[in-house]
């Protein structure tokens, strides 16, 4: 790679946590050394390279990988909020997004579910998710079927506009009478070892309900195929660097000594294992504690999320 030339990484593995671990490994070793807007004088620059990983079976076990940010109560709620909109009534309002970072109101700019689910343009608000089904369901093999997040007017004078970008899909005859769903999504921007998993197992969440709208509508069976996701920044911050690297001095393990260290058992969960916690994790959050918790949330959104909790409760179902 000549210097100055971005790195362009592909990583292509079965389940969700192996992605995951060779995504980190491959960034790590084959990233391009990069500033970040993000970055305080004292951290080095971030290992940075534009990526495309593929996920043979999105829900394929175990599903969940343990080195992640969040708690797994933390990360239902995330979920909810991806594919519900759990938390679209943080969003700061119309006028004050326009003010830019002349806006005091500290309050969210966005969040995906908005933009996928109630795009604003001018006057009209636009469910492209709904669209995609509709679409998907009529033509399968359309290559029309996407959603996008970014809005020329409101994002650029923004501290923090959306990672996520885009969200395609297509089916596929799957031989037997019915459909195999793919789904792609493409971000600009990615933070690989504290949101990546977390953003996976949300998308992959909404992947499956968009299958399964579209199996409703057409009478066939539609279940979810390969998930691939393009970052075109996929980067390991400086300011982790200390996770990655251990301590050799205080006996602490870098991120592929411990890796080498344990089983890859004792490395993921199964959503089996998972499923209790995302209902309750026991330290104030989940689902069952966030209805509890947010009375403010819109009677709309509190039953999408009730109706979800319902079904978590059943025995086959898989988070």
Known sequence: ?????????????????????????????????????????????????????????????????????????????????????????????????????????????YTYHGRLFEYVMEDTVVNQVNYMIEKLSQTGHTRRAQAITWNPKLDPPTEDPPCLQRVWGRLCEDGEGGFIFNMNTHW????????????????????????????????????PGRYVDISDSLHIYGSYFREIEGDPEKGIKSFFEKLESRSYEERTWNSDFVKPFFIDDGVGKGLRPMLEREKDMPETVRKSIEEELRKMEEDDYVV
């Open 1 to 109: 790679m000549k210097p100055g030339n971005i790195p362009v990484l592909v990583v292509e593995e079965d389940t969700i946590p192996l992605a995951y671990e060779k995504a980190i490994a491959e960034v790590w070793h084959k990233g391009i050394s990069i500033k970040t807007e993000y970055d305080h004088p004292e951290d080095p620059p971030s290992k940075d390279a534009t990526v495309m990983i593929a996920i043979r079976e999105p829900f394929g076990q175990p599903r969940f990988h343990r080195s992640f940010a969040d708690g797994l109560g933390g990360l239902a709620e995330y979920v909810m909020e991806v594919v519900h909109g759990a938390h679209d009534y943080w969003v700061k309002p119309l006028e004050e997004i326009l003010k830019g970072t002349e806006s005091k109101d500290t309050r969210w700019t």
């Open 188 to 223: 600009r921007s990615r933070d690989l070892f504290k949101a990546w998993f977390e953003n996976v197992i949300a998308i992959t969440t909404l992947m499956r309900k968009i299958a399964e709208a579209v199996a409703e509508k057409m009478g066939k069976p539609v279940r």
